[in-house]
């Protein structure tokens, strides 16, 4: 007997026939012999309908309300899918967030789950129950809802199975694992069979779909080896699992493209020491993540600053960068029409030549560099987004990802 952990994703339970294909899944599980943790999200579209009425009735809406509002999606998962176990005759037992024992930091609409209660999940699994819990969601000490941010019910299925100990962690989603690319837009992509924590990562925060950087953190901080699979076919998925030695024979494993970015240009600030810290102090202090940032040479006692954040909070940085301008000076301009295209790879350690390769294709499709970043197993540019596809395309071409 194992102890499992399945978490299905918004398609997966998008309406009541996929519910019951999910429960179906899960009975099989269970009727194998196996204790079962469900992790499932809002149906598909149900968070977005909610967060259009939210913005209907008040342009910037309390992120502590947001939290209240969101949390229904899931609430609404967790009790059908329970319903339709109990119809194949299966014991199960729904949870909030709250209910099992998921205590958060007190950040709304992003917060970091700090502790895990697992004393009455564990009591519901020695009585032979299934449990289902509400992904994306917790509570904070003072008893107020927390939601988790994107992903937010993958980090919840991967921080129960670290809290429960559980033998295995399936991420059940509607593609059947890890591309080299995303196959609605190479046609020839190839699902891989494993992939390291650290190119999962990586890829994850450059644009893949699959998982969010959060979830894959604390799988690997945790040990949680974890698979990517379909869950509209029996078809194996992706193990995602500590690098081991055989993988750096493969430079690059995959391209990631993010669409849903915005390149922010600080033009004119004082060029000395401590405007950067004022810039990005503020943008920080409104939970903003950046990425890519450079500084021009200075000129005539000024300086450029371009960085990047994600596109859903560019209405955040304008107002967050207005106190922060006020004191050095400057102007702050925006372009939505970008994308940042990455090549991620652990035998990047080892092999030269992956910069000059992929700039050589880039070139050969006509997209221009804006801005260039490189960690030891990545390299990412930001390109014009109507080259984004072509780029991709020509990039996973260029690097033979085609191949097994």
């Not at 009585?127 to 969601?137: H, P, S």
């Amino acid at each position: 007997m194992a102890r499992i952990v399945q978490k299905y994703g918004g398609t997966s339970v998008g309406d009541v026939d996929r519910i019951k294909n999910v429960a179906n899944r899960v009975k099989v599980t269970r009727d194998a012999g196996h204790e079962v943790v469900v992790v499932v999200s809002a149906r598909a579209g149900v968070t977005n309908e909610l967060i259009a009425k939210a913005k209907a009735v008040c342009a910037l809406p309390s992120e502590r309300e947001m939290d209240q509002l969101l949390a229904i999606g899931e609430q609404e998962t967790i009790a059908l899918t329970a319903m339709a176990l109990h119809g194949l005759g299966v014991p199960a037992v729904s949870y909030t967030g709250a209910q099992a024992g998921i205590f958060t930091d007190k950040v709304h609409t992003k917060a970091k789950i700090r502790t895990i209660d697992a004393k009455p999940l564990e009591k519901d699994l020695s009585a032979g129950n299934v449990i289902i819990v509400a992904g994306f969601q917790g509570i904070d000490d003072d008893g107020q809802v927390t939601t988790l941010g994107r992903g937010g019910s993958d980090l919840t299925a991967i921080a129960l199975a670290a809290a429960i100990k559980a033998d295995k962690c399936e991420i059940y989603t509607d593609v059947d694992g890890v591309y080299t690319a995303d196959p609605r837009v190479v046609k020839d992509a190839r699902k891989l069979e494993e992939i390291s924590y650290d190119e999962m990562l990586e890829l994850a925060s450059l644009g893949s779909k699959v998982m969010q950087t959060r979830s894959v953190e604390f799988a690997a901080k945790y040990g949680v080896v974890f698979e990517v699979r379909s869950s509209f076919n029996q078809n194996p998925g992706t193990i995602v699992k500590q690098e081991v030695a055989y993988m750096e024979k493969v430079v690059v494993r995959g391209v990631a493209v993010d669409k849903d970015q915005a390149k922010v240009v600080v033009s004119n600030v004082a060029d000395k020491p401590g405007t950067a810290a004022r810039v990005f102090r503020a943008l920080a202090d409104a939970n903003i993540n950046v990425d890519m940032i450079v500084q021009n040479v200075g000129r005539g006692g000024l300086a450029n600053l371009t960085f990047t954040v994600p596109l859903s909070e560019k209405d955040k940085a304008v107002h967050a960068l207005a106190p922060a301008l006020k004191d050095v000076g400057g102007e702050a301009s925006f372009d939505e029409k970008i994308a940042k295209l990455s090549v991620v790879g652990v035998g990047m350690r080892t092999h030269s030549g992956v910069a000059a390769a992929l700039f050589d294709a880039l070139a050969k499709v006509g997209a221009n560099l804006e801005l260039i970043s490189t960690s030891e197993i990545k390299i990412s540019v930001v390109i014009a987004k109507d080259k984004a596809d072509e780029a991709a395309r020509a990039v996973h071409a260029a690097f033979g990802l085609e191949q097994a």
